[in-house]
């Protein structure tokens, strides 16, 4: 049997992660939906950086780099965090560095395990069903906001804990594994609208970015799940749903 745990955010990460060794990063509004996005639409590989420091230098070099902050585009980058904006074909097989508030941050706090790979509700089946295929201890770590709880991602954390458990091949110790599978029950019938307490949602809406929310909160819109290798995130399957 192995164990799947939910942690709520960056700053309660050093709580858990010396049991594990797999880690699945949430960011559902919206980085790790952006990324599985530009996965399942033919993005080479993505560089997650933490800082603005780094992704200038990246920029300096001649990348193609995306910078978001507070849910806009900074000033002087070629992009943000919205999903659409990485189904463009200009895009197909090019290396984007990415930087953004949180989900950016989770990644890179994560990177010394052995397996990072990134989940979202869109591809909520495709991640669960491989993590349940992987025989190991999973922890999903929700980027949060600013190190505070949220909702979209522990909900999304929810799902994940959901299925892996209901496989019978997984058992959770930690309460907060329950309450996020509780909160994902009370949610899944109407999800865009549960959320709309969702701070960050609020901060999207009122950035006028209410299509992107709608996109983060569909499950199993794609099939994509990234991979962190050498410091970059790649397609680990190739079975793309869309061109
Ligand atoms: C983040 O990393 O905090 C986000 O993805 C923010 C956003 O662009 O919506």
Redesign the pocket.
């Known amino acids: 049997m192995n164990r799947i745990e939910v942690c709520f955010s960056p700053g309660e990460y050093h709580l858990y992660e010396r049991d594990f060794d797999l880690v699945v990063v949430l960011?559902v509004?919206?980085?790790t939906s952006a990324i599985c996005a530009a996965m399942e639409y033919g993005v080479g590989e993505i560089i997650p950086v933490a800082t603005l420091e780094e992704a200038k230098n990246y920029k300096a070099q001649g990348h193609i780099v995306a910078a978001?902050r507070g849910?806009q585009i900074v000033d002087g980058f070629d992009m943000g965090?919205s999903p659409y904006s990485y189904m463009d074909p200009k895009l197909k097989g090019k290396t984007v560095v990415l930087t953004?508030?949180?989900?950016?941050k989770a990644i890179n706090m994560a990177k010394d395990k052995s397996t990072v790979v990134i989940g979202a509700l869109n591809n909520l089946d495709a991640i669960s069903t491989w993590l349940i295929e992987q025989e190991r201890d999973v922890l999903v770590l929700g980027?949060g906001w600013k190190d505070k709880f949220n909702l979209e991602d522990t909900i999304c954390g929810g799902a994940i804990a959901d299925l892996c458990l209901a496989s019978g091949k997984f058992y959770a110790d930690s309460d907060s594994t329950v309450a996020a599978k509780f909160l994902f029950r009370s949610s899944r019938d109407n999800m865009f609208s549960f959320l709309k307490a969702s701070s960050?949602r609020r901060r999207?809406r009122n950035l006028n970015l209410n299509e992107d929310v709608k996109y983060c909160l569909t499950p199993n819109n794609c099939k994509a799940i990234p991979i962190l290798k050498n410091g970059s995130l790649v397609l680990l399957n190739h079975a793309p749903t869309s061109k």
Request: no cysteine.
């Open positions: 960011d509004l919206r980085a978001e849910g965090n953004t508030t949180n989900g950016t980027s960050h999207l």
